[in-house]
């Protein structure tokens, strides 16, 4: 900067007088911190893109084992479905003697205590003449999905929970894990899978035979049955004496079977010795993940 011009007077007795000096900014001040600034703004927003640029194109995140587990008591011999194996209830043919009331009493307990995530033991309403089609009481050696290995299969140990406060939530869940609802009539041998509730959701019409080796489970929450409805409803398929299941994609599978076996590597345990899997179905940071809870062994 420049100094405009200061005198130093001196009056008659001897004392110095100070004139006051103005200052200005000169031109080239004003442009050399233009530039400063420039340079400044500049360089910070090309280090935001730069960062942008790296955290997209290299991956930074922890890479986690992928641990493929061989399913167990998925494959059997192929010998008659029943009761036992069979994917679906069985029908009042297979049991003459229900008519007597403390049988049927006796087989509704049993059947309640039985288990609370497969189809065939969901609670029904209505009488026993209609309310299922299965073909009696299964082999004895074994079967498809039954005793051919030597520890439970998924549909037998894993209990799943989701976690979802509105309907909408659940749909995206389902969506994500390509999970599909399914409409079991009761009177029919039909079956309708309603697929990505959350996006274009889309009706595909199947049968029991077609859909014999799928894995499936069914809600004992009374509203994630009601919610199953209402989206089947809302899709154009009439729910009327239908039971409501759900089947799982091989994805959904595979991730269920990956969390399970970080569990059974960290107690030292082998998939034979799992008596129940507690899983929850939950929103994380990007997107809906299966966690392990617990295992619980023989």
Same mark, same amino acid.
């Given at each position: 900067?420049?100094?405009?011009?200061?005198?130093?007077?001196?009056?008659?007795?001897?004392?110095? @007088?100070?004139?006051?000096?103005?200052?200005?900014?000169?031109?080239?001040?004003?442009?050399?911190?233009?530039?400063?600034?420039?340079?400044?703004?500049?360089?910070?927003?090309?280090? =935001?893109?730069?960062?942008?640029?790296?955290?997209?194109?290299?991956?930074?995140?922890?890479?986690?084992?992928?641990?493929?587990?061989?399913?167990?008591?998925?494959?059997?011999? /192929?010998?008659? $479905?029943?009761?036992?194996?069979?994917?679906?209830?069985?029908?009042? $043919?297979?049991?003459?003697?229900?008519?007597?009331?403390?049988?049927?009493?006796?087989?509704?307990?049993?059947?309640? +205590?039985?288990?609370?995530?497969?189809?065939?033991?969901?609670?029904?309403?209505?009488?026993?003449?209609?309310?299922?089609?299965? &073909?009696?009481?299964?082999?004895?050696?074994?079967?498809?999905?039954?005793?051919?290995? !030597?520890?439970?299969? /998924?549909? &037998?140990?894993?209990? =799943?929970?989701?976690?979802?406060?509105? =309907?909408?939530?659940?749909?995206?869940?389902?969506?994500?894990?390509?999970?599909?609802?399914?409409?079991?009539?009761?009177?029919?041998? !039909?079956?309708?899978?309603?697929?990505?509730? +959350?996006?274009?959701?889309?009706?595909?019409?199947?049968?029991?035979?077609?859909?014999?080796?799928?894995?499936?489970? +069914?809600?004992? &929450?009374?509203?994630?049955? @009601?919610? !199953?409805?209402?989206?089947?409803?809302?899709?154009?398929?009439?729910?009327?004496?239908?039971?409501?299941?759900?089947?799982?994609?091989?994805?959904?599978?595979?991730?269920? @079977?990956?969390?399970?076996?970080?569990?059974?590597? @960290?107690?030292?345990?082998?998939?034979?010795?799992?008596?129940?899997?507690?899983?929850?179905?939950?929103?994380?940071?990007?997107?809906?993940?299966?966690?392990?809870?617990?295992?619980?062994?023989?």
């Amino acid at each position: 900067m420049s100094a405009g011009k200061s005198t130093n007077a001196t009056n008659g007795s001897g004392l110095v @007088r100070f004139v006051k000096a103005d200052t200005k900014v000169t031109n080239y001040d004003v442009v050399s911190s233009a530039l400063v600034a420039a340079l400044v703004i500049v360089g910070f927003f090309a280090t =935001i893109l730069g960062l942008i640029w790296l955290t997209s194109t290299f991956n930074f995140d922890a890479k986690s084992t992928f641990v493929t587990v061989d399913p167990v008591g998925e494959v059997g011999d /192929e010998k008659p $479905e029943g009761f036992e194996d069979d994917a679906f209830d069985p029908g009042v $043919e297979d049991f003459p003697e229900v008519e007597t009331p403390q049988l049927a009493q006796a087989l509704e307990a049993v059947t309640d +205590a039985v288990s609370s995530v497969r189809a065939n033991l969901a609670d029904r309403s209505g009488n026993a003449a209609v309310s299922g089609a299965g &073909k009696g009481y299964g082999s004895r050696e074994g079967g498809p999905g039954g005793g051919g290995g !030597d520890g439970l299969p /998924e549909y &037998k140990r894993w209990k =799943i929970n989701y976690k979802a406060e509105d =309907i909408d939530t659940y749909k995206k869940q389902l969506s994500f894990w390509k999970i599909d609802i399914g409409v079991l009539k009761r009177d029919s041998d !039909d079956v309708y899978r309603v697929s990505d509730p +959350a996006g274009q959701t889309n009706v595909i019409k199947s049968t029991r035979s077609n859909e014999g080796s799928s894995l499936y489970f +069914a809600h004992i &929450k009374q509203r994630m049955m @009601r919610w !199953d409805e209402a989206i089947s409803a809302a899709a154009g398929v009439n729910t009327q004496d239908c039971n409501m299941i759900q089947f799982y994609s091989q994805e959904a599978r595979q991730r269920i @079977r990956n969390q399970e076996a970080k569990l059974l590597q @960290r107690d030292r345990k082998q998939t034979t010795d799992i008596r129940e899997t507690i899983i929850k179905l939950a929103a994380v940071d990007d997107g809906f993940d299966f966690i392990v809870e617990e295992i619980k062994y023989r």
